[in-house]
């Protein structure tokens, strides 16, 4: 059967034609829906964001005259204080600003002479300023007049009684168009201030600002040394991730930021630390920037919160802490607990090895207070240490051992094949299969004690309780370089040498037993391997002679432990053992490897090759290395 279409009338749309119409209408309304829902709507997200970022940011320090510089006493008299005192802390707040810019430690001091405190928080126009600012912002096109770093704030009640635990100080301003700034600084028994903000909005309109906190530092640390040892510069936990920023890198990279609800941040120093710490859970941006200011660059840590309205004869307040005091793993964990910081011993840079240097921080603390003396801690905890470690280290020292007694057979395989490196290497293999011997056997414990014994050398670097720890005779700071030097002839001498021949006693016993221990190993079979080893005690006893004499002592001790244990184990397996004079096997076999051929057998082809001989000789050659110390293939 046949349909008839009928024609369309004059004026009408066909059907076909009116659906594809609305289907295209649709398609258009749903593209521009999820264009505007997709691309548009966080576009101008982010513009709003930056725009209100750009307005709402904490205030950088401008440039400082170096001409102006002040001395720290004469800089803290220039405004008028309320003071701080407490056990630990003594300082004051600068009413020009509401400024925390002056701050020591009581308990601790610059010398071991305890005259001078630490001094950690220092006012602008001295020489290395830090301090602590607190205050609000408003956004693009607010013009409400805000209290800025010099702005006079005065005392709420009048009292000039100090800040301390049991008594908090309420600084007040006005703006005069009807709003009312007060801060409330409190502060317990330790390290932890409170600066509670409070805005108290007498205008007929609402006003919405937001709070911020910054911490200032222009220069570098007096005492900042570059290290790889620990982080010292912008620190902080944010975003469930620990942010460490080198001031170097800000050098490059003059701003980073960070949003977080919670965490902390701030700058931190060998010992010391000082940092903002939310004390609520809401939504911030933290800065880590660099500007310049005149002849020495800022360097400035800030927290910015997220606006808060203020309607019309209301008020709100906004609390943040801030930590200023030395890094104690007790005092830290304890601010963890009791205030819920989280990961707040983070501050301190136990490192990649942390499950090692945790525990050891612990056990050489608990041996420190017990015993009574930090430097007798030292040498305990050495001891306990060499004795966990014995086990490997005697596997060590008995490979080392038994390398030394086939040393008169090697000399004559050397001398036999001295023309033929193939069967020299062969005939090699087959005496290190005879004699169950292994060369590499002996490195792989020592491997394992690398992060032991680094970790215990970062303990003792980083450690609170080696500052102005006393050693006997001469050292009366462990955490200081050995004072005496082999250029002042110990001291007889009344001259002061540049650093770089700063040579004291202690790192010349430590290079002494390094020299030792080389004494009790085999020689080396290559020639230039064995000149290295022979260069390394005195690099090494250069390099240590500017740490702290607390390492040195600690590395050199170490080494007295190895040396017995290496020299009683050697008489064990009936090798002899001379300090002072070569045997006529170690001078016959330098000379030996010195005119070659060398050998330079991998780990994995000796043990391949001592599973492969069975009294048979291998035929198997390995390519001679190639200039420049790369090994050619097999």
């Known amino acids: 059967?046949?349909?008839?279409?009928?024609?369309?009338?004059?004026?009408?749309?066909?059907?076909?034609?009116?659906?594809?119409?609305?289907?295209?209408?649709?398609?258009?309304?749903?593209?521009?829906?999820?264009?505007?829902?997709?691309?548009?709507?966080?576009?101008?997200?982010?513009?709003?964001?930056?725009?209100?970022?750009?307005?709402?940011?904490?205030?950088?320090?401008?440039?400082?005259?170096?001409?102006?510089?002040?001395?720290?006493?004469?800089?803290?008299?220039?405004?008028?204080?309320?003071?701080?005192?407490?056990?630990?802390?003594?300082?004051?707040?600068?009413?020009k600003g509401g400024r925390l810019d002056d701050l020591s430690l009581r308990q601790y001091f610059d010398t071991v002479e305890k005259k001078t405190p630490v001094t950690l928080l220092s006012p602008a126009r001295t020489d290395t300023p830090l301090y602590l600012d607190y205050g609000w912002l408003a956004d693009a096109g607010i013009t409400t007049k805000l209290p800025d770093a010099n702005s006079e704030w005065r005392l709420k009640d009048g009292s000039r009684a100090p800040l301390s635990k049991d008594n908090p100080v309420t600084l007040t301003w006005a703006n005069g168009q009807g709003l009312t700034f007060e801060k409330t600084y409190t502060l317990d028994d330790q390290y932890m201030f409170t600066v509670t903000q409070t805005v108290t909005n007498k205008t007929t309109q609402p006003v919405a600002l937001?709070?911020?906190?910054a911490l200032t530092r222009q220069g570098l640390p007096a005492d900042f040394v570059k290290n790889a040892i620990m982080h010292e510069g912008p620190i902080g936990y944010l975003g469930n991730t620990l942010h460490e920023t080198q001031y170097k890198d800000l050098d490059k990279k003059?701003?980073?930021?960070?949003?977080s609800k919670d965490g902390w941040a701030g700058f931190t120093d060998k010992y010391w630390f000082t940092g903002i710490i939310p004390a609520d859970v809401t939504d911030k941006t933290f800065r880590f920037i660099r500007a310049d200011a005149g002849a020495k660059p800022v360097y400035q840590i800030d927290m910015t919160g997220a606006p808060i309205s203020i309607a019309p004869g209301a008020s709100v307040s906004h609390a943040v802490r801030s930590f200023v005091g030395p890094k104690k793993l007790d005092v830290l964990d304890g601010y963890k607990e009791t205030l819920d910081i989280r990961r707040f011993d983070l501050v301190i840079d136990f490192g990649m090895f942390w499950f090692l240097t945790i525990p050891f921080f612990h056990i050489l603390t608990w041996l420190g207070h017990s015993i009574g003396s930090f430097a007798i801690a030292i040498l305990v905890f050495t001891v306990i240490l060499r004795l966990v470690v014995f086990p490997?280290?005697?596997?060590?020292?008995?490979?080392?051992?038994?390398?030394?007694?086939?040393?008169?057979?090697?000399?004559?395989?050397?001398?036999?094949?001295?023309?033929?490196?193939?069967?020299?290497?062969?005939?090699?293999?087959?005496?290190?299969?005879?004699?169950?011997v292994n060369p590499m056997a002996g490195c792989l414990p020592l491997l394992l004690q690398i992060p032991i014994f680094f970790s215990l050398y970062k303990v003792l670097y980083i450690t609170l309780e080696m500052r102005h720890a006393p050693f006997f005779g001469w050292i009366h700071d462990m955490s200081a370089p050995d004072p005496l030097s082999v250029f002042t002839l110990f001291g007889l001498i009344d001259w002061t040498p540049p650093s770089i021949l700063q040579l004291g006693i202690w790192p010349i016993i430590m290079g002494v037993t390094l020299m030792l221990q080389q004494r009790l190993n085999p020689p080396m079979q290559d020639p230039t391997q064995a000149k290295v080893m022979q260069l390394m005690p005195i690099i090494i006893t250069a390099l240590m002679a500017h740490m702290p004499a607390g390492l040195v002592i600690y590395w050199s001790w170490s080494n007295c432990l190895s040396i017995v244990q290496q020299y009683v184990l050697m008489r064990q397996e009936g090798v002899e053992v001379s300090f002072f004079h070569k045997s006529s096997a170690d001078k016959k076999m330098e000379e030996m490897v010195a005119h070659g051929p060398h050998i330079h057998p991998a780990a994995e082809e000796i043990a391949e090759d001592l599973e492969a001989i069975e009294g048979k000789i291998i035929e198997k050659t390995v390519t001679p290395p190639k200039k420049g110390g790369k090994k050619g293939k097999r």
Do not use: W
Not at 418 to 436: C, G, P
């Open 210 to 213: 937001h709070p911020y906190a």
């Open 392 to 436: 490997l280290a005697n596997k060590s020292y008995r490979s080392f051992a038994r390398m030394r007694k086939i040393q008169p057979e090697m000399v004559a395989i050397r001398e036999r094949y001295s023309d033929d490196r193939v069967k020299l290497q062969q005939a090699i293999f087959e005496l290190y299969k005879r004699e169950n």
């Open 1 to 95: 059967m046949t349909t008839n279409q009928m024609p369309n009338q004059p004026g009408q749309m066909h059907p076909q034609d009116k659906r594809n119409m609305i289907l295209f209408f649709v398609i258009c309304v749903l593209t521009f829906m999820g264009y505007d829902h997709f691309v548009q709507k966080p576009q101008r997200a982010a513009l709003e964001v930056a725009r209100t970022q750009a307005a709402a940011q904490a205030p950088v320090a401008g440039v400082i005259d170096t001409q102006s510089i002040l001395s720290r006493a004469d800089a803290v008299a220039l405004n008028q204080r309320i003071a701080i005192d407490n056990p630990d802390l003594l300082g004051s707040i600068s009413l």
């Open 254 to 259: 003059p701003r980073v930021d960070f949003t």
